[in-house]
């Protein structure tokens, strides 16, 4: 099988982050897939017009002159087009992989973009979703005769290095980590109303874009906060290691979530939003605690007994936190990928 390997968000050094997961997947298969791997993607861009016409013309060109049996187009919103040209006219094998926005923005504004994705969903020959949570919520709009061509693949999965270490450490401070876009959607508003509650020693380090500052809020003097910014997967893995917990209260319907998969990895124990995908890999008490989402008590609370617990009930959840990452293991996500790629490569 020969893969043309589309997709319009790729990482660079000004957006190390920007895409990153859809990196992973094609760097796995890289290092695994035995027939031809060709990459078209489209790094971060502040102009679209010129990018997107580039991206597209690329497109056209590796369709046209290099050897091609499937294309798998990721971000369905922005590929669905060039899998239409992919099929009808050139005969190919086309699989899409939706992400969640790119499905999910154009269903809640009603747009021809969401008319054009069930179309694309309709003529393509398989369709990757992030979750289980995903995969029930695109059911209703796509019909239950379609549901076959429906697979579930998280994002990439994680890589599982085998370098962690269970934690046990429950002097204070209690380091917590924030990862991701900083935006009240995200959690960080329920972050800081609860982190202003606490009354003991607690560092919190955010990494990710900041989307809304919201850090002025935060006037506890038992709180120490460090704003890290944008990181690229490599830096990120040491603010792991220096952490004993993370935080993930997200109020977004995730299509995944795949960061706390990552921090679970590392041996970190996660709290997280009781809302779409995240209780698949958050179970409440076993390798990490659930919450309402938006509900900053309820995270002071879990908080407060994370910081009660022992050295053994720290690393008890340490190790069940590695246990779960291995499920989602890149090796094992990816070859799990190329598997169905395959049969629908069979299938005529």
């Known amino acids: ?199 003991w020693d607690i560092e919190l380090t955010v990494v990710g874009k900041v989307e809304q500052d919201l850090f002025a809020s935060l006037k506890n003097g038992h709180v120490s906060l460090t704003v890290v910014g944008e990181v690229t997967q490599e830096a990120l893995e040491q603010y792991y290691s220096q952490s004993s917990l993370f935080l993930f209260p997200t109020k977004y319907f995730e299509s995944l979530g795949l960061t706390p998969i990552e921090a679970m990895s590392h041996g970190l124990p996660v709290i997280g939003s009781d809302y779409g995908p995240v209780p698949e890999y958050v179970r409440d008490g076993y390798n990490g605690f659930l919450i309402e989402k938006g509900n900053s008590e309820q995270l002071l609370e879990r908080l407060a007994y994370f910081s009660s617990l022992s050295p053994t009930q720290r690393q008890d959840l340490s190790i069940n936190a590695v246990d779960t990452a291995l499920q989602y293991s890149r090796e094992k996500v990816v070859e799990n990928l190329l598997y169905y790629m395959e049969s629908c490569c069979e299938n005529e």
């Open 1 to 199: 099988m020969n893969i043309l390997f589309v997709s319009n968000m790729y990482p660079s050094s000004e957006r190390p982050s920007y895409g990153v997961f859809v990196k992973n997947v094609f760097d796995e298969m890289q290092r695994t897939h035995t027939g031809k791997l060709t990459l078209c993607a489209m790094t971060y861009s502040k102009s679209k017009l010129w990018p997107y016409f580039s991206f597209y013309l690329k497109f056209l060109y590796l369709l046209m002159f290099s050897k091609v049996d499937t294309v798998y187009c990721h971000f369905i919103s922005r590929t669905s087009i060039l899998g239409a040209v992919a099929k009808f006219i050139f005969g190919k094998k086309v699989i899409f992989n939706i992400h969640g926005s790119d499905y999910l923005l154009p269903k809640n504004k009603n747009s021809i973009f969401h008319r054009i994705n069930l179309w694309a969903i309709n003529f393509c020959d398989g369709l990757v979703v992030p979750s289980n949570a995903f995969r029930q919520l695109i059911l209703p709009d796509i019909g239950k005769e379609l549901e076959p061509k429906l697979f579930v693949s998280p994002s990439g999965g994680v890589n599982v290095s085998g370098n962690y270490q269970y934690d046990s450490n429950s002097a204070l401070p209690l380091k917590c980590l924030f990862v991701g876009r900083v935006s009240a959607m995200k959690g960080i508003d329920t972050v800081i109303d609860a982190l202003n509650q606490v009354s």
